[in-house]
């Protein structure tokens, strides 16, 4: 359609199976469940109507059972036309699909007995395809921090030429940002329960009247409730609604591997400018409408956008969960209904994006094997004034001679352009003691990365393995990427 808005998230960046946890169709197939899970256990519970008798029977259930996936969407809509309530209007559909049931579907119930939990349910499921995906790209990761252990590489601070470190080490900075992440996914998936069966301010009441004031059947209504679903337990309080927080904490989750991911595409658009690491770039791709020869690092702009729109999405929920009143007021909906799935939906992206980029980086070890021998004479001085210390020369003297020679070095390189001649300045100094020849054969990359092989290999094999291996069934993803 081209004669109406539709969001990006879908027709660009999402996945069809995250667009789908959070479809019409998932959410209402939902609530026939957990209308199905209520039915079925206020009759397990022995639920009676006035005259002592069995309030729902077996053949009601069946009835509910049997309509639960044949949704009648064309009676819900005319229906919701005339009473402006979604909730009631497929308690009707749904109850003309099943006449013998329709007096027990939704029974004590309020709207959030429907909406809250599937909202728990479908955020849930959207963790849980989150921990998968964040999964695969750890994955592609330590792979990419394995096969480049070795290979030295000048480090940056405040984005100066530093200490150097190796570009496996490097790649393990990322990934130890998204292991944090999946501490958090992994702990606020634990921490999902339902609402459950808590009534319209939370007290129960209603359940307790149809229970006829047994306190026991109604606490098991909830728990009972919570199995049939798939969770372990309720929250233990509530308004008519969880607390809005909770949504607040999910979306601070995504808001914590967006900024992970925006912080890798920092680096790889540098190392990109400096021809060292490249994304992939296809064979027909265009840079530019108009310098045909640029090659612009795409993926991982659309990565930061999109991890910019998370980051601040966060604040939705925030706002919200600050300013509800009491035991519930409706100013939450409409945000929901945007700021959660939509948030969902872009990290979805993000982390197809960001696995497509990993498997497919470039790297140009010759580049960065020339940007490090132009700086290693620099980083070498300390190592030749403590060699010429040991021989017997005065470290403070030592130190003088250096640091002037490092600055008319320097000069030569920025301000006439010429490659960095400090060594021969040091070599001619029989202060040092050494020749150039000698003073070259310190020069050898590997010799200034420190333990960077060693810990990147310790942190592979110690604490991402371990992970990767406790979920090998869930590895092996491709990202498919549509624009």
């Not at 035991?327 to 945007?338: C, H, I, P, Q, V």
């Amino acid at each position: 359609m081209t004669d109406k808005y539709v969001s990006p998230l879908s027709e660009r960046y999402a996945s069809k199976e995250m667009q789908y946890i959070f479809s019409p169709d998932k959410k209402f197939r939902t609530w026939r469940k957990l209308w199905i899970a209520l039915a079925e256990t206020e009759q397990e519970l022995g639920l009676t109507g006035e005259d002592g008798q069995p309030r729902i029977t077996d053949e009601m259930l069946e009835e509910l059972r049997s309509n639960a996936e044949d949704i009648n969407y064309d009676v819900a809509k005319a229906r919701e036309k005339e009473v402006r309530h979604d909730v009631m209007s497929h308690v009707y559909a749904y109850g003309q699909q099943c006449p013998k049931a329709a007096g027990i579907i939704h029974l004590g119930a309020t709207s959030c007995y429907v909406g809250d939990n599937t909202d728990v349910i479908i955020m849930t499921e959207a963790l849980l395809l989150v921990r998968k995906k964040l999964l695969n790209v750890m994955n592609e990761l330590a792979g990419f921090a394995m096969k480049y252990k070795d290979l030295p590489t000048l480090a940056f601070t405040h984005f100066q030429p530093a200490q150097p470190t190796t570009v496996g080490k490097r790649a393990t900075l990322w990934l130890h940002d998204l292991y944090l992440d999946l501490q958090d996914v992994e702990y606020m998936i634990r921490q999902q329960k339902l609402l459950g069966s808590k009534g319209t301010t939370g007290t129960q009441a209603s359940f307790l009247e149809l229970f006829n004031g047994d306190h026991a059947k109604v606490r098991r209504l909830d728990e009972r409730i919570a199995e049939k679903m798939g969770f372990d337990g309720v929250y233990p309080v509530s308004g008519q609604t969880y607390s809005r927080k909770v949504d607040s904490r999910v979306l601070n989750v995504l808001a914590g591997i967006a900024q992970s991911a925006h912080k890798f595409t920092n680096d790889i658009r540098l190392l990109q400018h400096l021809k060292e690491i490249e994304e992939p770039f296809e064979k027909n791709q265009i840079g530019s409408s108009a310098m045909a020869y640029k090659r612009n690092p795409m993926r991982s702009e659309r990565i930061a956008s999109l991890a910019d729109f998370v980051i601040s999405d966060a604040m939705n929920p925030a706002l919200v969960a600050a300013t509800q009143w009491f035991e519930r007021t409706l100013d939450d909906s409409a945000n929901k209904r945007l700021s959660v799935p939509e948030g969902f939906l872009a990290i979805d992206g993000i982390l197809d994006l960001y696995l497509n980029v990993v498997d497919g980086l470039v790297v140009y070890d010759k580049v960065i094997t020339k940007h490090f021998m132009e700086e290693i004479p620099f980083m070498a001085t300390e190592n030749i004034m403590m060699d010429a210390v040991k021989a017997g020369g005065d470290r403070q003297e030592l130190h003088e001679k250096i640091r002037t020679y490092s600055m008319e070095a320097g000069r030569q390189v920025k301000q006439e352009g010429k490659p960095n001649n400090l060594l021969s300045l040091i070599a001619a100094d029989p202060a040092f003691g050494r020749s150039k020849e000698e003073l070259e054969e310190l020069m050898k990359p590997a010799l200034y990365v420190g333990r960077a092989p060693q810990q990147t290999e310790e942190f592979i094999e110690e604490v991402i393995r371990p992970v990767l291996e406790a979920n090998r069934e869930l590895l092996g993803l491709t990202a498919e990427i549509t624009v």
